[in-house]
């Protein structure tokens, strides 16, 4: 995870299922050792209700509903810190039914100028047709959608927007890695064979996924990391050269 | 030198690995047929060293390895135990008492919880893996447990002398220990805060020590094991092993330590023309010059198969050193190394000794 | 509404759009809250329970602020202001300065003796061979100095950080991982697994 000279870079991990979020906590966190007693005790708790649980320690956020946790960090030194307390909470929430897990990695960085700024947008959604009906396009968001190059059902997902937090001209970039917990033979081997865009294939919850989700946060991790710096890296080089 | 001659049908050979952190040995009984002991990775090829050896002088490993001893479970006897039980398919595998224990059983499985955090610094994977291997190819038939006075018969050499293995320890009350100590290690592992790993070493009197006698050499394989006390370790073995003598080819304990160095064994078992081999232990800089004085005083020849000091560094160690500068005291410095191999042959009554790689006579 | 996947972050789905998802959840929250509302009309106080007795789980001598209102308008009001809030892109606590990680070792204490840690450590996610060296205990953090035991995992991560323009400092860290108990489940299957092998290996002799 070296990207080149970004503003600020995170990862999250993301689990669909079905949860509690009364039950999360610092002090829950604590009790089963995946945060120091210093850390629970200085956390930052925005709230614990039924519906949701959102806090935050040093370097860990934790924001979980009734049908997703969410982990994350915005400390790149952090990120495999991060694997294991998702690795860790999974562990020791056993009877949790699960379906899905996404790992993302985002970062917000600063380009050069407006001129590369505007040139990087018109790169990734070129405006020659849009220029014909409307006046002065600019690129708000775009998504791409990809299949997966192992045997996980689900995608990849790329999000590029201008960012919120690096101004002026600076872009946020996401990639999503959506891994739902069922294998599958093969990944389409063309567009003709991908499904449609709107098409959002689930599957049932169910604790026996966990082993799967451990295994995906294990074995996929690290070729999931390699992959996203590439995306990321390429998109941050593009924006910063020209051609 | 390459090291990719087979030894003649008729010549016994001992071959003794040793990178810096990890140990194998693999011996020709003669017709073709071998016996290995222990596993280390070869760090060039991530493979067993005595796997990378035996395939590179053409012995077909699936049919031609007839024993395979296990000494104990300790990390730099075992990466790639696993793999050789896979390939080596016709050998049975020799295995401590203690292993067989529902403690050590149980701690094992535990230790898998583990291999989702880290797949290098597991304990007992090798294990963990090798029993789920032998149980689902219903194998588990391939295992002999080793307790001290329990010989194993091989079949008979070309010269149609027998060829016995013959375990020295571990003894019962080694045995009895180790169950103890495993059964404490599990109600550390079962209530262990986070972090930990299930145990980080298994006791040493778990370990298995073997003497080989084919046709006329004798080798004295001594693992891990201990100096003991009188009723384990090597203090036990002398007593209770007093036949055992001439010992033409052996492989050092414990890195030769002096916690496993016992002055009888040096000056009563071994042949004046004894070949010793030591695999250094590179983390506890072991042997260490004190070690060193304490083996050669007995006159015999001692070969090293690498360093146990610090080795020259490749430019990546180096600039890792400057990376962590404020974090560590001292150096960095690489935990094994290159494979060394000590290879020694008998044959019509001359010995040849042979070094590749690192390895060393320890002048 | 752009597509997105129900895997990636909240609030990722652009600048200062409302997630309809939040919105619906502010509406839970609120129905909630009206019933937790309507059920203590009966009692004489409309004194709020407190966190502890509404979430048994969380140890009462913990010091952290935990958010319930003995009023629903207040909780909808606050909760709704935090979510009301443009989506924001990264979720939760960061470092207002760059940070370019310059490498990451995965590793294992070997022994402990004063202020010394001898490890065994390799690069995370990679074949190369181990490094041995001494660690400094008094660079671990205060919060982990509990888990630096002979056997115990840990993280090292060297990086630099953006001073100023020109300017980077480079920075390490120790961190140990932290790996729940086993449960009772885990001991109880562990348990068996190991009765049901000793069981075959005994019959196998």
């Not at chain 2, 094992?108 to 291997?133: C, I, P, Q």
């Not at chain 2, 094991?225 to 092993?241: C, E, K, Q, T």
């Not at chain 3, 003995?70 to 990264?90: M, N, Y």
């Amino acid at each position: 995870m070296a990207l080149p000279d970004v503003e600020v870079e995170g990862a999250t991990i993301v689990v669909l299922g079905r949860f509690n979020p009364a039950i999360f906590s610092p002090a829950w966190l604590r009790l089963h050792n995946l945060i120091g007693a210093v850390e629970a005790s200085e956390a930052d708790v925005k709230m614990i209700i039924p519906p949701a649980a959102v806090f935050s320690t040093e370097w860990l956020s934790v924001d979980v509903r009734h049908d997703r946790m969410q982990l994350g960090t915005a400390m790149p030194q952090e990120v495999e810190r991060l694997r294991d307390t998702a690795i860790g909470v999974l562990s020791v929430l056993p009877e949790t039914p699960i379906s899905a897990v996404g790992i993302n990695r985002d970062v917000h960085w600063a380009t050069p100028s407006r001129e590369k700024y505007d040139w990087f947008g018109d790169e990734l959604a070129p405006k020659k047709f849009w220029d014909r009906h409307l006046k002065l396009s600019g690129t708000q968001d775009l998504t791409i959608r990809a299949v997966r190059p192992d045997n996980w059902a689900g995608y990849i997902l790329v999000s590029v927007q201008p960012s919120t937090l690096v101004k002026p001209c600076g872009v946020y970039a996401m990639v999503n890695d959506h891994a739902l917990l069922r294998k599958v033979p093969s990944q389409p081997r063309s567009r003709a064979d991908t499904p449609p865009i709107e098409a959002q294939d689930t599957i049932e919850p169910s604790r026996d996924l966990i082993p799967l989700a451990l295994e995906v946060l294990r074995d996929e991790w690290p070729s999931r990391m390699v992959q996203a710096d590439r995306v990321l890296g390429s998109l941050i080089h593009m924006s910063r050269e020209r051609s | 030198m390459t090291n990719n001659v087979g030894p003649a049908p008729d010549e016994i050979e001992l071959s003794v690995f040793g990178p810096g952190d990890g140990e194998a040995a693999a011996i020709h009984v003669g017709d073709g047929s071998w016996i290995l002991v222990d596993s280390c990775l070869d760090a060039k090829t991530n493979e067993p060293a005595s796997l990378d050896y035996l395939r590179s002088i053409g012995v077909e490993v699936g049919r031609d390895v007839s024993w395979l001893v296990a000494t104990h479970a300790h990390d730099d006897h075992v990466k790639g135990l696993a793999r050789l039980v896979k390939e080596c398919r016709a050998a049975k595998i020799v295995v401590p008492e203690a292993s067989s224990f529902e403690e050590f059983l149980g701690l094992s499985k535990l230790d898998g919880r583990l291999a989702f955090y880290s797949t290098r610094y597991t304990v007992y994977s090798e294990y963990r893996t090798m029993m789920n291997h032998l149980r689902g190819n219903q194998e588990l038939t391939r295992i002999v447990r080793a307790q001290a006075g329990k010989e194993l018969p091989l079949g008979a050499s070309m010269r149609g002398d027998r060829v016995r293995i013959m375990c020295l320890a571990p003894s019962d009350a080694a045995v009895t220990m180790s169950r103890r100590a495993l059964a404490r290690l599990w109600t550390v592992a079962s209530r262990s805060p986070g972090g930990q790993r299930v145990a980080s070493r298994d006791p040493n009197t778990f370990c298995a020590a073997v003497v080989l006698h084919i046709g006329d050499i004798a080798l004295l394989l001594g693992g891990d094991v201990l100096v003991g006390s009188a009723n384990w370790g090597w203090r036990h073995i002398v007593g209770s092993f007093p036949y055992v003598r001439s010992i033409d080819g052996h492989k050092v304990p414990h890195h030769g330590s002096d916690s496993a160095y016992y002055a009888t064994v040096w000056n009563d078992w071994l042949m004046e023309t004894c070949i010793s081999i030591v695999t250094p232990f590179r983390s506890s800089g072991i042997p260490d010059d004190e070690d060193i004085k304490n083996m050669k005083k007995h006159g015999v020849e001692l070969w090293q198969t690498a360093r146990s000091g610090a080795i020259k560094r490749p430019r990546d160690v180096i600039e890792a050193e400057g990376k962590l500068r404020s974090v560590t005291s001292g150096t960095v410095e690489l935990a094994g190394g290159l494979m060394g191999q000590v290879r020694v042959r008998w044959r019509n009554g001359r010995v040849r000794v042979e070094k590749f790689g690192p390895a060393f006579q320890v002048a | 509404m752009s597509p997105h996947s129900p895997t990636a972050p909240l609030g990722s789905l652009g600048v200062g759009s409302r997630d309809q998802t939040l919105l619906e959840f502010a509406r839970d929250l609120h129905d909630e809250a009206q019933y937790l509302y309507t059920t203590q009309i009966a009692t004489a106080s409309h004194t709020a329970t407190t966190s502890q007795e509404r979430h048994p789980v969380a140890a009462p001598q913990q010091r952290w602020r935990s958010v319930v209102y003995d009023d629903a308008a207040q909780t909808f009001d606050a909760i709704s202001g935090f979510l009301g809030r443009p989506a924001e892109q990264v979720q939760g606590p960061r470092t207002t300065t760059s940070v370019e990680v310059t490498g990451r070792w995965e590793g294992v204490v070997r022994s402990v003796a004063d202020d010394l840690i001898e490890a065994e450590f390799a690069p995370v996610d990679s074949r190369s061979p181990s490094l041995k060296a001494t660690l400094l205990r008094s660079e671990v953090d205060h919060d982990d100095l509990e888990l630096v035991k002979p056997g115990a995992l840990f993280y090292l991560v060297t990086s630099r950080v953006r001073v100023s323009a020109h300017w980077w400092q480079p920075s390490a860290s120790i961190h140990f991982r932290r790996i729940p108990e086993p449960g009772e489940a885990e001991l109880l299957e562990a348990q068996a697994y190991a009765a049901e092998l000793r069981e075959e290996l005994g019959r196998s002799g």
